[in-house]
């Protein structure tokens, strides 16, 4: 067990529905990051956030979105949901802002667009 | 734009083979980090190499930092049935950027 949580472990909408995918930090991590996993590929980065704040943006869609709350927890959210944005969806978290340091994957949230 | 490029995108092997996967940077990383993702499963933190020409080993598996430190390699000696997984890189590139390779499947034939 990682310590990172995600939820929901899965999630099935319609084409053009939006969703929200959530994400616990392990306890004592400010950093959370987002990335796309399609069937058999390699990991896409989306989003950095670090103590609150957006720290970097990878190939994020201008239909996806994120945020982190105070109590450091994160959202991602997808609207106008195409068929192509089914994936799994990964949350890491680690401890300090920069990419240094390991960071801590999340069971992932698998996304089926139908 | 930076990238890392990693080959063979799939290894097929018989158990007790060696392995090995390489991971070639467009630019010069400050570290490279591995990752191992077993079938159904997250990406799980192996190993972080920092200094040019570093060489890490954790039992059966070696791991290879260039002198230029742009390349990077993981060899697995005697592969087991627990070894079956995608293994990935991910080089940093700035403080706030990491480049992932596309990662390499290690599949042991039955």
């Known amino acids: 067990d990682s310590g990172v949580t995600q939820t929901p472990k899965h999630l099935i909408t319609a084409t053009g529905q939006r969703v929200t995918l959530r994400c616990s930090p392990r306890s004592g991590d400010l950093s959370v990051y987002w990335y796309q996993q399609s069937l058999d590929q390699g990991l896409q980065f989306l989003i950095q956030y670090y103590n609150g704040e957006e720290r970097a943006k990878g190939n994020i869609l201008e239909r996806f979105s994120a945020q982190q709350f105070p109590d450091l927890h994160s959202e991602l959210n997808l609207s106008s949901l195409e068929l192509g944005d089914s994936a799994l969806y990964f949350c890491?978290?680690?401890?300090?802002?920069?990419?240094?340091?390991?960071?801590?994957f999340g069971q992932g949230t698998r996304l089926t667009v139908v | 734009g930076q990238q890392v490029m990693q080959i063979p995108q799939y290894q097929h092997v018989q158990e007790g083979e060696d392995f090995t996967t390489y991971c070639n940077s467009s630019?010069?990383?400050?570290?490279i980090q591995w990752y191992k993702q077993r079938p159904g499963g997250h990406p799980v933190f192996l190993i972080q190499l920092v200094k040019s020409g570093e060489v890490k080993k954790q039992k059966r598996l070696t791991f290879q930092f260039g002198e230029a430190k742009k390349n990077s390699s993981l060899h697995i000696t005697a592969t087991q049935t627990t070894d079956v997984g995608t293994y990935f890189c991910?080089?940093?590139?700035?403080?706030?950027?990491?480049?992932w390779g596309a990662g390499t499947k290690l599949i042991i034939k039955p």
């Open positions: 630019t010069t990383l400050s570290n």
């Open positions: 991910a080089g940093q590139v700035s403080n706030y950027q990491l480049i």
């Open positions: 890491a978290s680690s401890v300090g802002g920069g990419v240094s340091t390991e960071a801590f």
